[in-house]
Nanobody, 123 residues
Framework: QVQLVESGGGLVQAGGSLRLSCAAS????????MSWFRQAPGKEREFVAG????????LYADSVKGRFTISRDNAKNTVYLQMNSLKPEDTAVYYC????????????????WGQGTQVTVSA
């Protein structure tokens, strides 16, 4: 069982930066692939970025490549999402998710989810 708690969301102007954190409970955090998803009002939940259990492999949605960076600290049971050059279209609730297997980008294949943190980017 893994419990996930996101933090770091907020209101930022376009072009600004935010860093999201996701703190995980449980001693087996290092065995889990971790990803960030987001959901804007009226839209489906979409993959943003993911990182393998070792940190050796990362995936990014095309819409965030070059602007967002995912990382993890297994000693702190935490995964991060550094978001730079934010755009109004990045506005959404951001969710952290975990799965005890290889890194994938489909939300239906993740077992554990956080409660989400709101990110709002003003024009």
């Amino acid at each position: 069982q893994v419990q996930l708690v996101e933090s770091g969301g907020g209101l930022v102007q376009a072009g600004g930066s935010l860093r999201l954190s996701c703190a995980a409970s449980g001693r087996t955090f290092s065995r889990y692939a971790m990803s960030w998803f987001r959901q804007a009002p009226g839209k489906e939940r979409e993959f943003v970025a993911g990182i393998s259990w070792s940190g050796g492999r990362t995936l990014y949605a095309d819409s965030v490549k070059g602007r967002f960076t995912i990382s993890r600290d297994n000693a702190k049971n935490t995964v991060y999402l550094q978001m730079n050059s934010l755009k109004p279209e990045d506005t959404a609730v951001y969710y952290c998710a975990a799965r005890q297997s290889i890194l994938v980008d489909s939300p239906t294949r993740y077992d554990y989810w956080g409660q989400g943190t709101q990110v709002t980017v003003s024009a």
